[in-house]
């Protein structure tokens, strides 16, 4: 730590050439402690129970029950519907955060969007589902909407209704950051609208978007309330075949068997999560 | 007795689970426990299901918090015996044998038959197979998953029962969902009072305690329970081993087994279920008539599932219920 | 977007009446995509919301209209005295307040922080702050469970939902903290501001935070709001917050109108609050072109 010029105004960095250099991370201690008590250590319990039976013995039965085409099936329907929502959820909501952003910042619209997307982001479970029911189901105040039921479109939409407001919170403060600057000098070095975003303005958001629609995939991956209202009878999901092992009223609930799903929900957003990280190096050299 | 009541008093709580004030008449239970005795009644999770009552006994172990008595589902009373302390209401002997474990460590409450509820706007529905006519399209629910559902499952059996199934063998209800299912005519929403009203379950596979009138919210609800497939389902009382609150638990329990005009099973009857002490107390002259008299009619004898025989359902349904109706 | 110049012009060259009708094109087409988004976004939000205020409006024939649902909010009350909605809302702000001050005070510090000295740790903060949404809440209660006996044995308040719901906001509010905190050159200014002689801590609060106030509220704005719509994780650990108490007023009738009612009132109240936050945390206007 190199020892600050004392200046005459004050203000020493307070232990500089005090103490023997105390590694910077230590300052990160508050989070990660926090992290691994509150966050860790469940997560630690749910790993732990999926390797046991619910006699209480170890086994790898749950981890092997993972590769039957029931499960993988759940797993892929998971994912398609992650995937599908979280890219319409992000694409949209990127076009409407636009939208809000080009406004005037201080002004009255961009205010109302914003706690209307803080109060949609979480909306969601059983009313949601119902109130989608209600307007485009069979008995459709709107229409009736013959791919209602149908999986993954038609609980896109209704997933749609929670992503976007979400994308336009995250993401806004991304759009915020472009400077209006760089537009005009931009354009007035002769480019147009396309070549603007193609070199400038998309390589820079790029970052905070792919962070986006990650959230947003994991987002979806996990929701529950809300695809369980849409349609209980058929599962298509992970988090619905969690849901049924853990409070199966016919015998078959089998808690290590739902700690088992949810690890390998872990390892699938793990997966997912290098993926990201490398599209984020890759982008990462278009800046520099 | 009078010991007990002084003792509930002094403990002052009970912390029951999974009660729905509209399910059985449950409100009017727990308000009159509640004035009758002056002890208040913390009731959890309303909405829970029976798997997850007895994870609350495991998971609070210790904690005031944890549920002092449990309303659960006869396979899960059965697989978890060992977290019940045995109590003997006083009105023990009018409990039919079969619908009691011999040590007391639980002991079934009230009941009903699988049925049929439908809107009046369907005309009169007397025979499943109309449910596969082209009127009823997108019309059909059950009351949730039948993989994890004890009244879904049941649904499934009952359906069986009437396409020539038997207790031990479910697949004829499967098919007949497949049935509906490429008629267009199953709705995979799970039917609510909300999914009713909204006229989107029209026709509800349910208990016909949960198929009321006053239950659904519609006045023009009929319910039908179809010729020789009476299928009936009881609930089962249990005490928690490390209740909280003792003495209040097993004061509940007398209060729900009490024949009195106010006492639980009368109001249970008040809900549109069955009491389990009813053969008792209709001899005795103790039971509520009219309410009596309000229940659907059944034609042909009542078949209760063995725990061999609904498990054997729920896997075969675990196996093949996702494949006949996607 | 931007009217099309051909490129081939030398640019420099456009005379300046020429490009202030450049601009103002622009910006018409700008204000047509705004406002075409606007109404299309704006419908497809509202539709919904319409339809369950309906709902709630429904007497007990469909097609009629009626009250009722509404007046079983206010008129549900236990055997004590305080309405028992009343105590869940209470109950839910003050959650949502201290939620929304550890989290700042835990997250922030500790994102700018990795930023400027401990850029190794950024992925790893990134991955912890996703993992919570990998987990759906009912399993996550499963593993909260020995955590939130011993907790019991100290309070039995619904308070202490603060601690879990720091950990079920930090991937929302990380994001939006990250976006912000991208946007602004904190390595540059960190520099600029140790040199004059600042302290980290003055760094961090007086110079990096300011910057990105925008970012800290929308933070804020997804933190309210979750704790505000937060059901399964209190319903699961047997708390009462708001939700879990509109849920119980909803199933205490047979009106199913009136978990359209309860909804509807949550989502508005919600909504009020969140305005009153966002005029609450003004922000000073960073300098923009």
């Known amino acids: 730590m190199a020892v600050a010029a004392t200046t005459r105004t004050g203000a020493r960095p307070s232990w500089a050439g005090r103490r023997p250099s105390v590694p910077p991370w230590v300052g990160t201690v508050p989070f990660f402690g926090y992290v691994a008590v509150f966050l860790l250590w469940p997560t630690g319990i749910v790993v732990y129970e999926a390797f046991k039976n619910p006699a209480g013995r170890f086994t790898l039965s749950g981890i092997t029950a993972l590769g039957n085409s029931q499960v993988r099936g759940f797993f892929i329907g998971s994912f398609k519907l992650s995937l599908i929502s979280s890219l319409i959820g992000a694409v949209l909501g990127a076009i409407l955060a636009y939208a809000v952003a080009s406004g005037n910042p201080d002004g009255v619209i961009r205010r109302l969007y914003l706690c209307v997307s803080g109060v949609l982001a979480q909306f969601g479970g059983v009313t949601l589902a119902f109130a989608f029911l209600v307007l485009i189901g069979p008995v459709g105040l709107l229409f009736h909407a013959g791919w209602y039921f149908s999986f993954p479109w038609g609980i896109t939409v209704i997933y749609a209704y929670f992503q976007i407001p979400l994308m336009v919170l995250v993401f806004l403060p991304a759009i915020d950051g472009l400077k209006v600057q760089w537009r005009e000098a931009s354009e007035n070095l002769g480019s147009s609208a396309w070549q603007y975003w193609r070199y400038v303005g998309g390589p820079l958001l790029l970052p905070a978007f792919l962070g986006a629609l990650l959230l947003l995939f994991a987002n979806a991956l996990s929701a529950y309330a809300t695809i369980q209202a849409w349609e209980d009878a058929i599962p298509y999901t992970v988090p619905q075949q969690i849901y049924t092992s853990m409070s199966s009223e016919v015998g078959l609930a089998n808690i290590n068997y739902a700690d088992a799903l949810a690890l390998g929900m872990v390892v699938l957003v793990a997966i997912v999560m290098t993926g990201y990280a490398l599209l984020q190096r890759r982008a990462a050299r278009w800046l520099r | 007795m009078s010991a007990l009541i002084a003792a509930a008093k002094k403990e002052g709580t009970l912390n029951v689970i999974a009660l729905p004030p509209t399910w059985a008449n449950y409100g009017t239970i727990i308000s009159t426990f509640e004035k009758k005795y002056g002890i208040t009644i913390n009731s959890a999770l309303p909405d829970g299901s029976s798997q997850q009552e007895v994870d609350a006994i495991k998971a609070e172990n210790g904690s005031p918090k944890a549920p002092d008595v449990v309303d659960v589902g006869l396979a899960v009373a059965l697989a978890n015996t060992s977290l019940f302390a045995p109590y003997e209401v006083s009105t023990w002997s009018d409990i039919p044998a079969a619908q009691k474990d011999p040590s007391g460590l639980w002991y079934e409450d009230y009941g009903g038959y699988m049925a049929v509820g439908y809107s009046s706007k369907f005309g009169t529905i007397t025979s499943l197979s109309q449910l596969l006519g082209p009127q009823f399209k997108n019309a059909v629910a059950l009351n949730g998953n039948p993989t994890s559902a004890n009244a879904a499952l049941n649904g499934v059996m009952m359906a069986s029962l009437a396409e020539g199934g038997s207790a031990g063998n479910i697949a004829p209800g499967v098919n007949f969902f497949a049935k509906l299912k490429a008629a267009g005519n199953f709705s995979p929403v799970e039917a609510t009072g909300a999914s009713i009203k909204a006229g989107t379950t029209p026709v509800v596979f349910d208990w016909d305690y949960l198929n009321l009138p006053t239950y659904v919210g519609v006045s023009d609800w009929k319910v039908f329970i179809p010729q020789n497939a009476v299928l009936g389902g009881f609930y089962a009382q249990a005490i928690n081993k490390n209740a909280p609150h003792p003495a209040a638990a097993r004061l509940w329990e007398e209060f729900l087994y009490s024949q009195a005009a106010d006492g639980g099973q009368n109001l249970w009857l008040e809900g549109g279920a069955r009491p389990v002490e009813q053969a008792a107390m209709t001899s005795d002259g103790t039971i509520n008539t009219s309410a009596a008299a309000e229940l659907p009619t059944v034609t042909g004898t009542p078949v209760f599932l063995t725990e061999a025989q609904s498990t054997a359902a729920a896997q075969y349904l675990a196996a093949n219920w996702a494949k006949a109706v996607s | ?289």
């Open chain 3, 1 to 289: 977007m931007a009217a099309v110049t051909s490129v081939g012009e030398t640019p420099l060259a456009v005379p300046a009446r020429r490009q202030a009708g450049m601009q103002a094109g622009r910006r018409r087409r700008l204000n047509l995509f705004r406002y075409v988004v606007f109404t299309v976004f704006g419908l497809f939000f509202a539709l919904p919301l319409l339809a369950m205020a309906r709902f709630s409006l429904e007497g007990a024939k469909l097609g009629t209209w009626s009250l009722t649902a509404w007046r079983q909010i206010t008129s549900y009350t236990s055997s004590e005295g305080i309405p028992p909605l009343i105590s869940a809302v209470e109950i839910t702000l003050e959650l949502a307040v201290i939620t929304s001050a550890v989290m700042l005070v835990l997250v922030v510090p500790t994102m700018i922080w990795i930023r400027l000295r401990v850029r190794w740790l950024a992925r790893a903060m990134e991955f912890l702050c996703l993992l919570p949404l990998t987990i759906p809440p009912i399993v996550l209660v499963v593993g909260l469970g020995p955590i939130y006996d011993k907790i019991a044995h100290l309070s039995l308040s619904a308070l202490m939902l603060f601690w879990v719901y720091v950990i079920l906001a930090l991937p929302y509010a990380y994001r939006a903290l990250a976006a912000g905190l991208s946007a602004i050159d904190a390595t540059t200014l960190s520099e600029a501001a140790r040199s004059l002689g600042a302290s980290w801590f003055s760094v961090i609060v007086r110079v990096i935070v300011p910057n990105m106030w925008d970012a800290v509220l929308n933070a804020l704005i997804l933190t309210w709001a979750l704790v505000l719509g937060e059901f399964t994780v209190a319903f699961f650990l047997l708390y009462v917050n708001l939700q879990v108490e509109l849920y119980s007023i909803s199933r205490n009738t047979p009106d199913a109108g009136v978990i359209f009612s309860t909804s509807t009132a949550s989502l508005l109240f919600a909504f009020v609050l969140l305005l009153i936050l966002s005029y609450v945390g003004r922000r000073r206007r960073a300098i923009r072109g």
